[in-house]
Each structure stands twice: as C-alpha cells, then as structure tokens.
C-alpha cells in the first residue's frame, strides 16, 4: 500500500459513521436503466436525468424496449439533458450491441462495457460498482477535487486519483468508497467554499485552508434595516423595477 499522509482508515471510519450506507442520486431500476442513466448523466446533473428517465423507464426498461422507441422517440424523452442527441444515439446503439452480444444483459466486465458506445472508464466503473459490487472507484470532478484537497490520494489526471484510491482504500470500505467521496465532495467538500465547519472529516484532511477557508460557519449576512419609515419606504421604492 503506498504511503500516504492521510490517515485513511480514520478518514473513512468517519465518512461511515455520517453515513453508514451511502447510496447514489441517480433513480435506476434495473442494471440496463443505471447504465443508461450515467450515460445520460455526463455533463448533466442527476436530478436532470431523474426528471427524464422517470417517465421513459416507465415505458422503457430493457434493450429491446428501448430500441424500439427509435432515436427520435427516446430523444422526446430525454431532450431536456444537454447534449441529448449524441446521448440517444449512443444509447440506441449500446442497446443494440447489449441485445446482439450478450443477449440484452449489461455484461459485468470493465472490458466488454468500455466496448459500448458512449461508455467511457468512469460510467463503466459506476456500474461495476453500483451494480455488481466491485470496489471501483469512478473519479469525477467532485472525487477528483477531493482526492487532492485533502491529501488521500493527489493526483495530475482522473486516471491517477482513480489508482491512487484504489490503492489506499481499505477493502472493507472499498464497497461504498465511491459514494461517500462522491456526497462528501458534492455536499460539504464544495469546490467554491467547502463547509470544514462541519465537516466530518476535517480531523485527518490535509487541507492547508480548512483553519481559514470555513472550518468555522461564514459570518451572517447582516441586513441593515433603515430606521425612520421615510427611509424604508425609499428603500422599498428602490427595490421595486422600474421605480
Ligand atoms: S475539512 Fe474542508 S477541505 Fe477538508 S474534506 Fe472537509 S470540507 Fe473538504
């Protein structure tokens, strides 16, 4: 196990202890409608996807089903998530490929799921993860930011924070690792303004501003009311568009 100087036992002991059973954002119901959902989800929120696979899962939970709907169809459903077009394109085709090669089942190997159209390192190990229980860790922009904030596991790229945690993460926290990073960073580790005051991990993470950049919670915004009725009412003028 390479050093680190973060002690990760402690750091994950205290990740689990806020949450004992993290669980993700996206809304699947099935392994086929996960993997749909993270290729929808690049570059797009959860709660996007959510909003439109809500209906289209309804109606859709299989590679059959989906192929049936055609490009067009799916795209009614899916045209409020950014770049939906490539997105039905790459779906309709991964649901054809699932169907001709492995028999409409979501094969249960990093190789095989690379090999699908619009799935890249990182939704492949979401579902290795999510749905087949393996300790992949998949780095987005939140794990990524996590991964060097705090020390566990620095890295240039994606590719070397991913190797890093894999390599430090105790096995018996392997399971869940990826969703206490990916809340953890999303949640209370902001990119902008992380929230250390109440930060459950701020005891072992290295961050050098976590005395300065909030361990304590940012000062009220004072509203300065005016004193005498005239001034409110001038104020309350002021306020209002085109006053
Ligand atoms: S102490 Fe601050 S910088 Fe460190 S993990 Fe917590 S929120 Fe992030």
Known sequence: MPKTRVDVERFYKLLAEATPIPKGELEFINTFTLLVAVVLSAQATDVSVNKATEPLFKIADTPAKILALGEEGLSRYIKSIGLYRTKAKNVIALSRQLIEKHG???????????????????????????????????????????????????????????????????????????????????????????ECWRCPIAEVCRFKGKEIGGIEPPPAKKTVRPSSSRARAKARRSRTPGA
């Open 104 to 194: 409409g089942e979501v094969p249960p190997d990093r190789e095989a799921l690379e090999a699908l159209p619009g799935v890249g390192r990182k939704t492949a190990n979401v579902v290795l993860n999510t749905a087949f229980g393996e300790p992949t860790i998949a780095v987005d922009t939140h794990i990524f930011r996590l991964g060097n904030r705090t020390g566990i596991a620095p890295g240039k790229t994606p590719r070397e924070v991913e190797d890093k945690l894999v390599k430090v993460t105790p096995a018996h926290y392997a399971r869940h690792a990826h969703h206490w990073l990916i809340l953890h960073g999303r949640y209370v580790c902001k990119a902008r303004r992380p």
